[in-house]
């Protein structure tokens, strides 16, 4: 199935803004990644500046600004200042990333393209500027190239767990998906106890409806990160495949924990309606509605489950 390459822009643009903190990948930059295995662009912007700006600070002068940078609203005369360092220093990566972060923040992406192809030509391992890269092209739809970056970045850090799910999913939308499960499989070999691997595995095969194997995946996520997102989409393949006690029971022991989650509740109520035990559902969502009285899709789920429960009543009046 191939997915057309606006929805791939959306997809891929979603999944790699989502934050979080863990650690991975060497070159003098740490990576944050969140539980699914992507990558914070913003959290590795801010160390790569906070060591630019130790450095200018290190450099400073009479005549020179004393303005520190930001990844966002650095002033020209800032940028300049670490450029004039980037260009005595060409192979310091991470004055070389701040520099490239800053301009790729600011939305020039040719500036930044020019500074991270600098890193990677002075250091052909360095993850970091193969994954700036790769994410470079998919602004410009140059998904050859995106392909090409993050399977640099793989090698480059063969345990750079944000490039193998990227990559991942970029084959997976374009309808490779023989290689976005080989890309997965890959990282497994490296890191085996990596959840996210398992996570996006079981994404995979759920786009192809293929929910027995995406339930073994996400069972091997759980098993490894029992987070409450795993266990929720665990408990939506499980419903997919009608073994609904087992999904129960996965968001019940969440809303054991956090009574308020909003999410589990709602989809706890779906599992009751589709075993027909409509009166369950529907007090479900009402109580979701009580902790979010204003949240629109609560009101639409609410609607649905009685239309459900009037058609279900009607066919048993019938029969």
């Known amino acids: 199935m191939i997915i057309g390459k606006e929805h791939l822009t959306r997809t891929v643009l979603l999944l790699v803004w989502l934050l979080s903190s863990v650690p991975g990948s060497s070159a003098g930059v740490i990576v944050d990644v969140n539980p699914e295995g992507m990558f914070?662009?913003?959290?590795?912007?801010?160390q790569a500046i906070q060591y630019a700006n130790?450095?200018?600070k290190r450099q400073v002068t009479a005549e020179s600004s004393r303005q520190e940078l930001r990844l966002r609203g650095s002033s020209q005369d800032a940028l300049d200042r670490l450029e004039q360092e980037v260009q005595r220093a060409p192979t310091d990566l991470t004055l070389q990333t701040a520099l490239g972060a800053i301009l790729f923040e600011a939305n020039r992406y040719k500036e930044a393209q020019r500074h991270f192809e600098q890193a990677v030509r002075t250091n052909p391992s360095y993850a970091i500027g193969h994954y700036y890269l790769a994410y470079l092209a998919i602004i410009g739809k140059d998904w050859g190239v995106v392909a090409k970056h993050f399977?640099?970045?793989?090698?480059?850090?063969?345990?750079f767990v944000p490039a193998y799910n990227i990559l991942a999913m970029v084959y997976n939308n374009l309808g490779k998906t023989d290689a976005a499960l080989g890309?997965?499989?890959?990282?497994?070999?490296?890191?085996?106890?990596?959840?996210?691997f398992f996570y996006n595995q079981a994404i995979i095969h759920w786009g192809h409806e293929n929910w027995e194997a995406a339930?073994?995946?996400?069972?091997?996520?759980?098993?490894?990160?029992p987070t409450e997102h795993h266990r929720l989409v665990l408990s939506m393949i499980l419903s997919k495949r009608q073994r609904y006690e087992r999904a129960q029971n996965e968001l019940e022991s969440i809303l054991d924990k956090n009574p308020k989650h909003v999410m589990a509740l709602a989809w706890l109520a779906g599992t009751y309606r589709d075993r027909h035990d409509h009166a369950k559902a529907i007090a479900l969502i009402e109580q979701a509605i009580a902790i979010e009285p204003e949240n629109k899709g609560l009101q639409d789920e609410l609607r649905e489950h009685h239309e459900a429960f009037r058609t279900?009543?009607?066919?048993?009046q019938k029969e």
């Open 183 to 196: 890309t997965l499989t890959r990282g497994l070999t490296r890191l085996p106890n990596e959840a996210s």
């Open 215 to 225: 339930e073994v995946s996400l069972e091997n996520a759980v098993a490894r990160q």
């Open 40 to 46: 914070d662009f913003m959290g590795t912007g801010e």
């Open 54 to 56: 130790a450095y200018l």
């Open 151 to 159: 399977e640099q970045a793989t090698q480059a850090d063969p345990t």
């Open 312 to 316: 279900w009543r009607n066919q048993g």
